[in-house]
């Protein structure tokens, strides 16, 4: 009882002593005195609170809420964080705490995708083992993604080069194998120079130079490890549909990788008699399988891979060596290039070649007479379903696929990767290692391999480090298990990912394949889903500034670069030196280009909130972001607002306990009441809905000039403004994570009107999102081609107990009307639709137009819709004006 008599005479109640025992105190005297800002105590406020948040489970997610799988792409162990890195995990983490906050349970692992070329120069270069040098790498990385305060379940931590891992990759592997998914094949591949390797089409650019090395990729032919991904290419493009709302142009960047599919594939072995083409086999497709059982011969184009084994393009029509058997006439096709003049006239007529190859016809007369064949006296009828079931029998594929996709190459010739777990006879003949042998290690390959009777060597070639990555966000979930790749029940309960956060350079090559395999497991029963991702998070490149001399083109360091004395706009700079004149742009950080920036160093002179909140405010996440463009000032403005906000009612806190209550209007509660369901739900939409992190930060900010605009004398007394304050410090530590923790330690020194709603006796990490009132409003949305047709305000009681035709007659009839009459008008009609609800935040109606309306001619009717609001507005502005000069009139 001692210290209730010491503060009994301050006006402190016992309860107020008990809550500030509790929670933990904060760094700074607060309230703050006139001359402290805390923009200025960054640092030191993280040096205080970092460990402990480190430390603390971050938000109130348990085991028991519903889960949110949320996933960034895993780094690959260069042992450095870049700029880059930094952005795609700020946004997840984001993400991770906003749910958490929200009462989910929350999985955010992190992880290495270890193996790779990189290591394996690197650690030549050095004399060292690449091992080494990757999880020497990856441990740095690891403390300096610790010092940037990052939420991992770093309990989950994998590595795609620990043999615990790739012997799941090898399973899978043979897995395929044993579906006939994976082929040796001697095929004309993409050839590094420079790597000394294989590349897949997929990583090769619009130029035809190497992904990694930018070196121009040459063709060769070599015997290979291949995956038919062909055959899954329409189920895979057909699976786009249901995530296009979401996916948007990562969804017509895939689609368009895979190609259209309406083409049927066969695989025929090339023959003609020379050991080369053992394993060689000729990719045929067509439109109409049935034409198949009336061709004798087949005509490439005189680009086709064949074709370039001739010393010389041919002048004529020209038979190549080798032969493909018909599998329906049992018979030979001999392979024909046309003469030059013959393949113009083709591609005159539009004749189509697909993958460079078509079927022979009876009016190609020139080539029948070439190859001394008369005309078919009676064609042969044959439907499409008997010849697939022929080309199944005789195991020559026969299915519908795609224009363009061809097998994936997945040998590489280097060491540092996953071995292939297969071993090669002295024939070339090749056997999979059984799964007891499993994993094949680094160190054995080359190795004598001995399995039921066969005798070979393991397989010296390595995995594409893309086929890693096909699968890791299942080993996410059961990392530890040693008896499966991953436990189904825990798999069918966590997957799919809720939301994967990642750069849009890996939609059509690691996303395409990951979706492959995941599609694969499904057809084998081994994962209870086809598609592994859900919602995507596609980030843009961060950017730096760059000095280029522009008489030479050469890349300038920044410390020789000072800006123009003639300049007062500071966008104008020159050499330190010789005064010459250099252009500055921004462009993808690089070494190369001397403009990266270490985010080490920016957190080390700015601290982790503020370098966070420079890289989450300054562009959407799938904008590219110009790095040192955001007005820090700015954004220490805002904190100094925030920390007034705070301030301000404390200091009435303080004054009601030693003065006792005063009424507040209320019209003063109204407002604060309705800022902060409109913030409130903005913020949550933003981030859960939209995942504009941006904006949400906009949002924040709005709310805070809204609390500025209180009369002092009721920061203390208002329950509305002590609900905002406490909101706004709770959703900002999503962004601003130490900063929350010291502004909530300081509104927690003080009881609380609504001592229920506001938990003063745990840290901020443990409170509640804020939600939304029950009577407020929700937005009421409309969409067509993912388009925004409209968002109007409405109460969500009446939105939320509608049902879906309901909803739809209130958009047509009432709070949408506009617009469904301009649709009306253009002749647009609508085929379906779907209403899609999140309580508190939106209920949107999502249109299905029917066979003829276009992304144009929906902005047409947004235009028009525009048009007559400019001119209600303005009717109305003119009534207004008339009613006021009678009313001025009659008073006169």
Avoid at 123 to 140: H, V
Avoid at 848 to 864: C, F, H, I, P, Q
Wanted: aromatic residues 10%; neutral net charge.
């Amino acid at each position: 009882m001692l210290a209730y008599k010491r503060y009994a005479g301050q006006g402190l109640s016992f309860r107020k002593l008990f809550v500030r025992s509790l929670a933990t105190k904060p760094y700074l005297q607060w309230p703050l005195d006139a001359d402290t800002k805390c923009s200025n105590s960054l640092h030191d406020i993280e040096g205080y609170w970092s460990e402990r948040l480190s430390k603390a489970v971050v938000g109130v997610g348990s085991e028991t809420g519903e889960k949110k799988y949320v996933l960034s792409m895993f780094p690959y162990p260069s042992g450095m964080l870049h700029m880059g890195h930094m952005r795609v995990y700020s946004i997840s983490d984001v993400l991770s705490r906003y749910y958490k906050l929200n009462g989910y349970n929350v999985i955010h692992p992190i992880g290495w995708d270890g193996f790779g070329l990189p290591a394996e120069n690197a650690a030549i270069e050095r004399g060292i083992d690449p091992k080494e040098w990757t999880y020497a790498n990856a441990a740095a990385m690891k403390e300096q993604l610790l010092r940037t305060g990052i939420q991992f379940d770093w309990d989950r931590e994998i590595f795609t080069c620990d043999p615990s891992f790739y012997k799941w990759t090898q399973w899978i592997f043979l897995k395929l194998y044993e579906a006939d998914l994976v082929h040796r094949t001697v095929a004309e591949v993409n050839w590094d120079p420079i790597d000394q390797t294989v590349l897949a089409e997929e990583q090769i650019d619009g130029h035809g130079n190497s992904w990694r090395s930018g070196a121009k990729a040459e063709k060769r032919k070599l015997a290979q490890w291949m995956i038919e991904t062909p055959k899954y290419a329409k189920r895979l493009a057909d699976g786009l549909a249901a995530l296009r709302s979401d996916w948007k142009e990562i969804a017509d960047i895939q689609d368009n990788w895979i190609g259209k599919c309406d083409v049927y594939r066969f695989v025929l072995p090339l023959k003609d008699g020379r050991t080369n083409r053992e394993f060689e086999k000729f990719d045929l497709r067509v439109v109409d399988p049935s034409e198949i059982a009336n061709a004798r011969f087949v005509v490439v184009s005189r680009d086709h891979p064949l074709v370039r084994e001739l010393k010389k393009p041919p002048t004529d029509i020209t038979v190549l060596p080798p032969t493909v058997p018909n599998f329906v006439t049992g018979k030979p096709m001999p392979i024909v290039v046309l003469s030059e003049a013959l393949a113009e006239q083709d591609n005159a007529a539009g004749v189509e070649y697909v993958l460079k190859a078509r079927l022979g016809r009876e009016t190609d007369i020139d080539v029948l007479a070439a190859l001394k064949l008369k005309p078919l006296e009676k064609p042969v009828e044959i439907s499409t379903e008997e010849v697939l079931k022929l080309a199944e029998k005789h195991r020559t594929a026969g299915y519908l696929t795609s224009r363009t996709l061809v097998d994936w190459v997945v040998s590489r010739q280097r060491g540092w990767g996953t071995p292939i777990p297969m071993a090669i006879t002295k024939k070339g003949d090749a056997f999979p290692v059984e799964e007891v042998h499993l994993p094949v290690l680094t160190e054995h390959r080359g190795d004598e391999f001995h399995s039921r009777g066969k005798v070979g060597h393991l397989e010296t070639d390595t995995l594409d480090t893309f086929f890693d990555s096909t699968w890791y966000y299942l080993r996410f979930l059961d990392p530890k298990n040693d008896k499966t790749f991953a436990d189904k029940e825990i798999t069918s309960k966590l997957m799919p990912v809720d939301v994967y956060v990642g750069g849009v350079e890996h939609a059509a090559v690691h996303m395409f394949f990951a979706r492959f395999v995941s599609y694969f497991l499904h057809d084998l029963g081994l994962v209870s889903y086809e598609e592994p991702f859900d919602k995507l998070v596609p980030q843009g490149i961060v950017r730096g500034r760059t000095f280029i001399d522009p008489n030479t083109g050469a890349y300038v360091l920044s410390e020789d670069v000072e800006q123009s004395s003639d300049d007062a706009s500071g966008e104008s700079f020159v050499h330190a030196k010789t005064g010459a004149i250099i252009e500055a742009v921004f462009e993808k950080m690089s070494k190369s280009k001397h403009n990266g920036v270490d985010p080490i160093e920016v957190i080390n002179r700015d601290g982790t909130d503020l370098a966070r909140l420079q890289l989450l405010h300054a562009a959407s996440p799938k904008a590219n972001l110009d790095w040192g463009v955001t007005d820090l000032k700015g954004l220490k403005t805002w904190i100094d607002r925030v920390a007034w906000a705070v301030n301000a009612y404390i200091d009435g806190r303080k004054a009601a306990i030693r003065d006792g209550k005063k009424a507040v209007p209320k019209d003063v509660e109204k407002v604060y009441r309705e800022s902060y369901n409109y913030f409130v739900r903005n913020t949550s939409m933003l981030l859960e809905v939209l995942r504009i992190h941006n904006t949400a930060i906009s949002r924040l900010q709005g709310l805070t000039n809204a609390l500025r605009k209180v009369n002092p004398e009721f920061a203390g007394q208002s329950v509305e403004y002590e609900r905002c304050v406490h909101a706004l410090v709770v959703m900002l530590q999503v962004f601003a994570p130490n900063l929350a923790a010291e502004l909530w330690s300081a509104l927690s020194q003080v009881e609380a009107i609504d001592s229920k709603t506001w938990n003063h006796k745990e840290d901020v990490i443990k409170q509640q999102w804020p939600q939304v009132d029950a009577d407020a409003d929700v937005d009421f949305c409309l969409s067509a081609f993912d388009i925004s047709c409209g968002r109007i305000p409405v109460g969500r009681q009446l939105l939320e107990k509608a049902s879906d035709a309901e909803i739809v007659e209130l958009a047509k009839k009432q709070y949408h009307q506009t617009f469904f009459g301009e649709l009306t008008k253009a002749g647009i009609n609508i085929a379906d639709f779907a209403v899609v609800r999140r309580d508190g935040f939106h209920v949107t109606v999502e249109l299905k137009l029917a066979e003829g309306a276009t992304e144009e001619s929906v902005r047409n009717v947004l235009d028009s819709v525009g048009r007559l609001r400019m001119k209600a507005a303005k009717d109305a502005k003119k009534n207004r004006t008339k009613v006021r000069k009678a009313i001025a009139e009659g008073s006169a």
